[in-house]
């Protein structure tokens, strides 16, 4: 609390009046939010900070859906840790259902722990930022604070109408986990927006479809001088052949705009074994049925050249999917209708990464477009959140909400 009193004392020296009322509502929610330690954690389900910031969403949800008095507002807490939140409809006529994500978790790749944000200003705009000691977390509060600017609107605007709203603030997105326990009777929406885009003017159409791929090559010593006779088992051979079997011009540093790579990252040696973590990245269909060929010849390869060593697959599975395979027909379409009516300029990208939308899709879901949120410089001590990226943000969304509600 003292460090929020800190924050608000010096947006005012930094010249409030200058904001408008939606941001100094976000300013106050995002400083609220990015001052929690919610860091994920790879040796972790869910890590005790991401559970108080889901009981700090919950307890802001509830108050909004008390002082609006709107019937019908669920608000369920999952044991997983998910926070879901869906608004009932206040349209007669049938439109599509509409999700909205973000994810309460912040990377553990950058020191976090008692982050304190601090107010500032930076080519005209108010920014909120660390001392440069902790990151900030706008990596993804900037989305949850969007999100619950929009939940706080949608309720207290009955002349705002919408279709069935579901939103979902999810764990664990910074470890590739945020729908790894998503409960598809709950959030399964026909169109997606993701609010976790960094900056402000672009949103992703496309992304990577990853793959990850880690083989255990299980060794058999033996002298080198009885090699033979005792059938060696060289691993580290067999691991050296699987990896120099891709093509170099299939690697990531021979990659751009939307072509794929395999990348063999990791080189493991456990005794006489060897476990080699391979990434496998691509846009286009038929380029992942093309890696899949390479990595089974590789794997053919060395069975082949090696039949002493024998190989085990310890991991092959989607981590995520290319939001484009079942991307709604209208979601670039109300994008643009929802942008130029605020007057904003945006760039559609394909994304070289992944999104939680793309996460929920590698589960089954439609896929999401991802917004941009205002979140800059992220994963690192540099990180700022820009407040008028994120009102753009928001302002975007509330006409994507009327636009979608407009749909048969």
């Not at 909120?128 to 999100?147: E, F, P, S, Y």
């Not at 069935?164 to 790894?180: I, K």
């Not at 299980?218 to 001088?225: L, Q, S, T, V």
């Amino acid at each position: 609390m003292r460090n929020y009193l800190v924050t608000i004392a010096l947006l005012v020296s930094l010249g409030a009046s200058a904001q408008s009322s939606v941001q100094k509502s976000m300013l106050d929610t995002f400083v609220k939010y990015a001052s929690i330690d919610s860091q994920s954690s790879y040796d972790s389900i869910c890590t005790q900070g991401q559970y108080q910031m889901a009981l700090v969403l919950q307890a802001d949800v509830k108050e909004a859906v008390a002082k609006s008095k709107v019937a019908g507002v669920s608000v369920q807490l999952s044991k997983e840790n998910y926070l879901y939140v869906i608004i009932p409809a206040n349209t007669k006529a049938a439109c599509p259902t509409m999700g909205i994500s973000c994810h309460l978790d912040v990377t553990p790749e950058a020191p976090g722990g008692q982050i304190r944000p601090i107010v500032d200003k930076r080519n005209g705009h108010t920014i909120v930022r660390t001392d440069g000691t902790t990151l900030l977390g706008a990596d993804d509060k900037c989305g949850c604070t969007i999100a619950m600017q929009l939940i706080r609107t949608v309720l207290s605007t009955p002349s705002l109408k919408h279709g069935e709203l579901q939103f979902a603030f999810c764990p664990n997105e910074d470890v590739g986990r945020a729908a790894e326990s998503n409960d598809p009777t709950i959030f399964a929406p026909d169109i997606q927006f993701d609010l976790d885009g960094p900056e402000g003017t672009v949103v992703t159409k496309s992304n990577f479809t990853a793959r990850g791929f880690n083989v255990k090559f299980i060794g058999k010593e033996a002298h080198p001088g009885n090699a033979k006779a005792q059938q060696l088992g060289d691993a580290t051979a067999a691991a050296a052949a699987f990896i120099s079997y891709f093509p170099v011009e299939s690697r990531p540093e021979n990659s751009e705009g939307t072509q794929g790579y395999i990348h063999p990252w990791s080189f493991e040696k456990e005794g006489a074994n060897v476990i080699v973590q391979t990434r496998v990245r691509y846009f286009d269909k038929s380029e992942g049925e093309l890696f899949d060929r390479l990595l089974m010849g590789a794997m053919a390869d060395v069975k082949r050249k090696f039949p002493n060593v024998k190989t085990e697959i310890l991991y092959d599975d989607l981590q995520y999917e290319n939001v484009a395979y079942t991307l709604h027909p209208q979601a670039q379409s109300l994008v643009e209708n929802a942008a130029a009516k605020i007057g904003k300029a945006i760039t559609f990208a394909d994304e070289r990464g992944g999104t939680t939308a793309s996460m929920f899709a590698a589960k089954g879901l439609n896929g999401g477009m991802c917004v941009f949120s205002g979140q800059h410089d992220i994963h690192s001590t540099r990180e700022y959140a820009d407040l008028q990226e994120m009102e753009d943000c928001y302002r975007l969304m509330l006409e994507i909400i009327q636009g979608v509600a407009a749909l048969k």
